[in-house]
């Protein structure tokens, strides 16, 4: 069955570390992967996108990395900071007759700790 | 800029009453989407639309009715409210994958809405 695992367990960082999160995927072939930020009470919202022919992507103190042999996107946030703590979702997409099929994991929930 | 709106914020509703969330969006998207999330579940797809007058069932449309007549408005419709349909509900926009593919979502902030 095709499923995206992420991390269940919140994760806590010192204030300053990188925190690596992490989204597995099965029985999905990914053109492209999405993460996103979600704070509570709020809707998600875009952070970064990997196509499946790219190894990683930085924006600021983001990283993503996309490995489509291990099904795996890494998505690290260097020198992290209280202000990003939140739940952060990766979205699998794939490419159906010109509309865009979106699957989204379940999250996981990030607390940086001052 | 508005982004997505989504209204009401809250709801609670009893047992077979109907009601209508609506979502408007103000950035021209052909796409439009809604979702519902629950705790440890993550977003499911609810309907789906690619443009005015066109819709398309999700994931997990049961119970559920959608109508898109103008660009800006996607509104879902609960007809007969169970307990099951207690959820969060999120509204996403997006442009088409033809107009340069792999497009973000760009989320409203949600309808809390509780069935009892």
């Known amino acids: 069955s095709q499923k995206i695992e992420q991390n269940s367990e919140a994760l806590n960082i010192q204030e300053g570390k990188t925190a690596t999160l992490t989204c597995n995927y099965t029985?999905?072939?990914?053109?492209?992967l999405q993460w996103y930020r979600q704070d509570p009470g709020r809707g998600p919202v875009f952070l970064l996108l990997?196509?499946?022919?790219?190894k990683e992507k930085r924006k600021e103190r983001l990283k993503v990395t996309f490995d489509t042999t291990l099904k795996q996107s890494l998505f690290h946030i260097t020198a992290s900071q209280p202000a990003d703590s939140a739940t952060y979702l990766c979205?699998?997409?794939?490419?159906?007759?010109?509309?865009?099929?979106?699957?989204f994991g379940t999250g996981t929930k990030l607390q940086v700790i001052p | 800029n508005a982004g997505v709106t989504q209204t009401p914020k809250f709801r609670i509703l009893k047992i077979g009453q109907s009601m209508t969330l609506q979502c408007t969006q103000d950035?021209?998207?052909?796409?439009m989407y809604w979702y519902r999330q629950d705790p440890g579940m993550g977003l499911k797809l609810i309907y789906y639309?690619?443009?005015?007058?066109?819709?398309d069932k999700g994931e997990v449309p049961n119970g559920y009715n959608v109508s898109r007549s103008t660009t800006e408005d996607f509104p879902l419709r609960l007809e007969l409210a169970a307990p099951s349909q207690t959820s969060v509900y999120f509204c996403?926009?997006?442009?088409?994958?033809?107009?340069?593919?792999?497009?973000?979502?760009?989320f409203g902030d949600g309808t809390r809405l509780s069935i009892l």
């Open positions: 996403a926009s997006s442009y088409s994958a033809q107009a340069g593919g792999n497009q973000p979502q760009h």
């Open positions: 029985n999905y072939s990914p053109a492209y």
């Open positions: 990997i196509r499946e022919n790219e």
């Open positions: 979205a699998l997409g794939m490419n159906s007759g010109g509309y865009q099929k979106v699957t």
């Open positions: 950035m021209n998207h052909n796409y």
């Open positions: 639309s690619v443009g005015a007058g066109i819709t």
